[in-house]
């Protein structure tokens, strides 16, 4: 503030209330760098979005996942049977996928949806994830974030498949059947 210039009322009230800066937001990046001005492109984060007529479904959202039959298991809300959200789903991504719906008004639900790969693993132990990282020095495994001894061919066959230095996570869904994610390292 200069010695003669003297502070408009609504710029000290904001200074006094700290609204004048705002906290820092990580590296900020600068304009050209945005998607659509150069090219770079957003992430997908959905692989099919969709709407769908769905008067039987009661709720105002739903998260499921269309296991590899075809049969659905429903993470979180309704116990309604949701065939016609699936079915919209399913005219653009086949199952195994991963899926959100929210109710847009009285009969109409906009989904989202992610393919994801489920791998059956019958011998896999206890637990409601498993980590597997190999690198050229060792391998671990993790149940539920400790690690344990041994060996589950099923992840280290899918991990082979990145590369020879991976890591897989696998989350599970039911029974025998397990969400898997792998990565090159």
């Known amino acids: 503030m200069g010695l003669f210039r003297r502070e408009p009322l609504h710029e000290r009230l904001a200074r006094e209330g700290g609204m004048t800066e705002r906290p820092p937001q990580g590296e900020p990046r600068p304009l050209w760098q945005e998607p659509g001005v150069t090219g770079l492109y957003r992430p997908r984060e959905a692989d099919a979005v969709v709407t769908a007529e769905a008067p039987d479904v009661t709720g105002d959202a739903v998260r499921f996942v269309s296991l590899p039959d075809g ?77 344990i001894f041994g060996s ?30 792998a990565a090159a390292l």
């Open 71 to 147: 049969s659905l298991l429903v993470e979180e809300g309704t116990d309604s049977p949701l065939d016609a959200l699936a079915g919209a789903v399913e005219r653009e991504v086949r199952p195994p996928y991963r899926a959100r719906a929210v109710r847009r008004g009285e009969t109409l639900w906009a989904i989202e949806a992610r393919r994801i790969e489920v791998l059956p693993i019958p011998d896999a132990p206890g637990g409601e994830a498993i980590d597997l990282t190999h690198t050229a020095e060792d391998s671990t495994l993790a149940v539920d974030g400790e690690q």
């Open 152 to 181: 589950l061919p099923v992840l280290e066959q899918r991990g082979e498949r990145e590369g020879s230095e991976y890591t897989v996570h696998a989350e599970r869904l039911d029974g025998d059947l397990w969400e898997v994610r």
